[in-house]
């Protein structure tokens, strides 16, 4: 039986939504790992399920923040 983690079934949230869904485990740790020396804030990775319930739809991690927009 495989793991959770490796399922794609985790996504990444920040203070600016969802980042990404549909990641493994490892994928999302890499995409914070990432994001976190962008200098992305309030990094997290949760199930699938639960980014859909807090958050809209998928903000592109390439996408400018915010206050560049």
């Known amino acids: 039986m495989p793991s959770e983690l490796t399922e794609k079934k985790w996504a990444v949230l920040s203070e600016r ?3 990404a869904r549909n990641l ?7 995409l ?5 020396g962008e200098g992305r ?3 997290c990775i ?6 859909e319930r ?15 927009r």
């Open 24 to 30: 493994t485990h490892e994928d999302a740790r890499y």
């Open 32 to 36: 914070v790992h990432k994001l976190g």
């Open 17 to 19: 939504g969802c980042e």
């Open 54 to 68: 807090l958050t809209g739809p998928v903000v592109p991690a390439d996408a400018p923040s915010v206050a560049a």
């Open 46 to 51: 949760v199930r699938n399920e639960v980014a």
């Open 41 to 43: 804030h309030g990094l």
